[in-house]
C-alpha cells in the first residue's frame, strides 16, 4: 500500500497565530510606541546586539590594561546576534517548536505558521510579486547555490515550457489551458481528464526552445561560490552548457557592461540560451554594479540572470522588482541572499529567489520527504507548490523563522537613510587612510558606487607587504578591532586587484598545491562600516589602521607566524582565556551569566598604550632580539614571499643600531630588507569618467521606446507605454454606454499602484489625448502609513507623467484599532471607508468631481455571485453613481475588461507597481478566492461563462436611483442608496471578514 505525505500547509487565518512577529519589536527601552523613529531603532538594535560591550582577552601582549573592548567590522563575512531576535526565538518560538508539514496538533500549526509568515515578510522586504518564489535552501549562499545548480541542470539552462504558474492568492493556474484551481490538488483532477492532455501534446509539438545550448556568463567580480560549481558542470557536460569569463571594467572595478553586451549578442548569433551568473557588489572592494540596469541588457538578449546578493544584502535594501525604464525589464530571475550576513541573522538558513515561470523542472531538485503527493510501491507524484516542492525532509525550521524575523526587524529601518550613514562612514574612512603612503586601497581609484566594505594593504618597504593575517591580528590585539585577512573567497578578482600576471597567478597556484606553505598565499585585510557604528568608531578604525601602517612592522620580532600564516605573540596567553564547550556541566549553566565589566578605552588611550610597548616590549623584561627566530621558509619559495618576516626586522634594527639586544628608541629604524620585491602590487590606475548613477528606488519617468513587437501607431503609445487596442475599445465602450465622462469633468484615478490602477491611469491619458470631449485627468494615493506598503516611489513617477498628484497619508491600522467597534468588526471595511473619505474630502478640496476606480469585469462578476450567495440579493458594483452629498460622482471605466487584460498591459510595459501588503490581515481572501476558481473551474468548460454573466448584470452595474424598483430582490431607493449598496459590493470582495479580522 501507497503513503501519503502531506505538503506544508499555508496559513489561512490570523486568528490561530499565536502572535504576531512584529509583537516582538512594539515593545522597546524608549517605551510602548508602536512605530520608533530610525535613529531609535538604530540605537535599539545597537544596544541590543550581542556582545557589544565584550572584553576581549587572552592577547597576552604587555599592555598596561589588560583586554581590549571589542569593535566588530567582520559584517561582511557575517552578522551578529541581537538580543531583541534571539529573546522572541527563545520566549515565543522555541516553546510551540514542533516539526511542519502538519497543523492537526497545536504545536505543529503554530511553528508551520511562523514559518509561512516568515516567508511572506522576506518576499514584502524585498519587493516580491505573485510571480517571485522564495525558497529556503541550506548553509547561505552556497546552498542557495546547490538549488539553482540543480534548477539549472534539470530545466536545461531554463529551456523547458512552463507547466503550471501560482497566482497571488495561492491557488494553481493551468498554463496550457489558463484555468484556475484552489490548489495542486484540483490541478491534478484536471491534468488527468484528456482535454488537457491532448492539449499539452499539442502544446509540446509545436513548442521549439531554438537553443542549441546553454552559455554560462561569469562575472570576474564573483566569489567562488559563483564560479566552481558551474566550472564542474561544463566539464560533466560539454556538449550542452559552454562558460565564459566576461572581463572587468577597469575604471569601474565591475564587470564590463559592454563585453556582456557582445557576449549576449554572439549567444543570439550561436542560438545558445545565455545564463549569467552574477554579483551585485563586490565582497572585497564593496564595489557595486546597477544590477536593474544589466537586467534589462540580459532580458533583451533572451537572457536569465542569477544575481549573488549576499556583499550587498546587509547594507542596502535590494529591490526585486525595480522601476521600469523604457519599457524594458529591469526585475531579477533569480537571486541568492544569505541572511546570516545581516545583524542579528547568524543561524540563518540562505534564501534563493526566483521568477516562478522558470520552476518548470517536473521533479524537485531535491526529492525526499514533505514534497511528495503520494507515494505507492511503483510509482510517485509530487506536490506542485512551486516553493516547497524544492524544500525537502525537515528544514532548518528555526533558521527559515529567525531569518523572518531579521527581516522584519530591518524592514523599520529607513533604507534611504541607512544608505546615507553607511556611505559617509565609509566615505570618511576611505579619504583617512587613502592619503597614507603606506596603505594601498583595492579597487580604492575605481570610479563606482560602493557599500561598506573595504579592503587594503599595509607597505612594509622595498617592495613588500605587512602579511594581512600579521596586521588582523596587531588590530585585534593593540585595539579589539576585528577584520579579516585572505582571499575573502574571490581569487580571480582579488588577484586583478593586486595586479598580478599571468606567471604570478600560476606560479602561485603551482606553489600552494605542491607545497602545502599557506603563510605564502596571497591576500588583504578587509574591514567595513555598518549603520550602528558611532562616529567615534570610524574614528577609532582608521586611526589604528593608521597606527599599524606607520609602526606596525616595529612589532613583527614580537609574532611569530607557521606555515599555515597563523600569527600570534610570542608569549600568547590566548590559550588560558579559550572558552571550551566541553565545560558544559549543570552546575555551570548560569554560573557566570552575569558579564564582566567591559575595558572602554578612547583611541586616544588606545595608541599612548601602543606606543609605550614599542617602548618596552624589547627589553630583557619581555622580549630580547637574540632570542627572536624566524620559521625558515624553504630557499626555492623566496621568490614567492611577498611580505616582511622577522628577519627582515632583525636586519632594519642592526642596519640602524647595529648588534644589540634590546630597542630603548626608535630613531632612526626604518624597514629594511634584502630580499626581492614582491612579485605583485595592489594596482593603483587612476580613474576613468563614469556615468554611472547607481540603482536608485525612486520610479523614473516612461521615455523612449515602446516595448519589442509589432509596430503601432504612434497615438497609442503614450510616455513609452502601449495601450492597445483591445483595451481601448472596452474602454471607449463602458464610457459611453454608461455615460462616465462629460465635458470638462475633473476626473481623480485613486491610484494605489496595483496593476488595475496603473493601467487604468494610462488609459485615461490615451483616451484624454484623442478625445473630443476635454477632461482633465489628476491622481491621488491614500497611503496608510504601514512598512509594508511603500507608494512614495509614485510620486516621481506620477509627477514624470505631467499628472497632479497627492499622496494622502493616515495611519488607518492605528487608527481602525483605536475607533473600530462592535458595528464595524471589519478593519478592511473600516479602511475602505476611511480611504473613500479621504479621496473625497481631497476632490473638494482640490475641485474633482469624478472619481475613478480600477474594478474590472471580473471584480464585478464575483461581486455579484457573493451577494447572490451570502445576501440573497442581485447587485454588484456599479459603473456609474453619484455620492450622496451630490457633488462626487465615481465611475468604472474598466468594467468591461478582463483582468487578464490589465495584468497583460502591466507586464508588457514593464509597468512600476506597488505591492500592497496589508500586515492587518495575513489571510488570504479566502472566500472570494474560492469563488474565483469556481468560476475559473466554469469559464474551462463555458468559455464564453464571463461576457454570459456581464449581459445578464448590465442592468445592475447601470441601475440608479431613478430607475430602483425593480423585481423583488433587487434593493430599492428605500432599503439602500448607491453609494451604500456599491460600498457593500466592493467591500464583498474584501479579504477581511468579522469572523477572522485580528483588530
Known sequence: MGQTCSSQPKQRSPAVR?????????????????????????????????????????????????????????????????????????????????????????????????????RSIIKDYHNCTADDALIFTGNGATGATQVFFKLLQRTRGFTN?????????????????????????????????????????????????????????????????????????????????QLTNLTLDESKGHLSVENLTTVLERCQKESLRPVAILSAASNVTGIAINAAHVNTIVHAHGGVALWDLAAVAGHMRMDLNPPSTDGKDPSFDFAIVSPHKLLGGPGTTGLLFAKKKHLTSNAPCLPGGGVVQYVSPNTHTYIENLEEREEAGTPNILGCIKAGLVYKMHSMLDPVKLRETETAMLNTLMKRLRGHKNIEILGGRCDSERVGILSFNIVYGGGLY????????????????????????????????????????????????????????????RTGVHFTMTSEEIETIAKAILWVADHGWKLLGAYTSNEHGEWEYVNS??????????????????????????????????????????????????????????????????????????????????????????VRSWEGVVPATDRKPSCWNVRQSAPKESGYVGDKRAIPTHTGSVPTGKKQKKNHILHGVHIPKSIRGPVGEAIKTYNMINEGDNILVGLSGGKDSMVLLHVLLAIQKVSPVKFKVGAATVNPMTPEYDPTPLVKYVTGLGVEYAMLSQPLIDLAKEKMGEKRPSICSFCSRMKRGMLYSHMRKEGYNVLALGQHSDDLVESFVMSLFHNGMLTTMKANYTIQQGDVRVIRPLVLVRERMTAQIAKENNLPLIQDNCPACFAAPKERHRIKVLLSGQEAEFPSLFPTIMKAIKPLIAISETDRGGPQGIASKSQEDDEVLDQKAEESLLPCTSSSCPV
Request: glycine letters at 6%; charged letters at 25%.
Open 573 to 662: 596567553e590566548f590559550s588560558k582565556e579559550r572558552k571550551w564547550i566541553s565545560s558544559l556541566t549543570p552546575a555551570s549553566i548560569g554560573a557566570n551569566s552575569k558579564p564582566e565589566k567591559p575595558v572602554k578605552l578612547t583611541i586616544a588611550e588606545l595608541i599612548a598604550e601602543a606606543d609605550k610597548l614599542l617602548e618596552e616590549v624589547y627589553t630583557p623584561n619581555h622580549i630580547t632580539l637574540n632570542t627572536i627566530v624566524e620559521k625558515e621558509i624553504p630557499k626555492e619559495l623566496h621568490e614567492w614571499i611577498f611580505f616582511a618576516t622577522q628577519k627582515d626586522f632583525l636586519n632594519s634594527v642592526k642596519q640602524a643600531l647595529g648588534d644589540v639586544n634590546s
Open 466 to 525: 605587512l602579511h594581512h593575517n600579521f596586521v588582523t591580528v596587531l588590530l585585534n590585539d593593540l585595539f579589539g578591532i576585528q577584520v579579516r585577512g585572505g582571499c575573502a573567497c574571490a581569487g580571480p578578482y582579488a588577484q586583478w586587484l593586486q595586479g598580478m600576471d599571468d606567471r604570478a597567478i600560476y606560479g602561485y597556484e603551482d606553489v600552494l598545491k605542491n607545497t602545502g606553505v599557506e603563510i605564502l598565499r596571497p591576500g588583504f585585510v
Open 18 to 118: 499565536h502572535k504576531d512577529l512584529e509583537s516582538a519589536f512594539a515593545k522597546n527601552k524608549t517605551g510602548n510606541k508602536k512605530r520608533s523613529a530610525h535613529e531609535e531603532m538604530v540605537k535599539l538594535i545597537r544596544e541590543g546586539t550581542v556582545g557589544e560591550d565584550s572584553t576581549l582577552q587572552g592577547c597576552g601582549v604587555p599592555l598596561a590594561t589588560k583586554g581590549r573592548k571589542m569593535l566588530y567590522t567582520d559584517f561582511t563575512a557575517s552578522g551578529r546576534c541581537v538580543d531583541l531576535v534571539e529573546r522572541y526565538m527563545l520566549q515565543e518560538v522555541m516553546p510551540y517548536y514542533a516539526n511542519t508539514h502538519t497543523v492537526s496538533s497545536g504545536t505543529g500549526r503554530q511553528t508551520t505558521y511562523f514559518r509561512n509568515e516568515a
Open 161 to 241: 515550457p512552463p507547466r503550471v504558474r501560482e497566482d497571488h492568492d495561492d491557488s494553481v493556474v493551468c498554463t496550457v489551458c489558463k484555468a484556475t484551481f484552489s490548489n495542486d490538488q484540483g490541478y491534478r483532477v484536471h491534468a488527468a481528464t484528456e482535454a488537457h492532455i491532448d492539449a499539452v501534446k499539442k502544446r509540446d509539438e509545436g513548442y521549439v526552445t531554438g537553443y542549441k545550448g546553454c552559455m554560462l556568463l561569469l562575472d570576474p567580480m564573483s566569489h567562488h561560490t559563483s564560479i566552481l560549481p558551474y566550472r564542474e558542470l561544463v566539464k560533466e557536460n560539454p556538449t550542452f552548457f
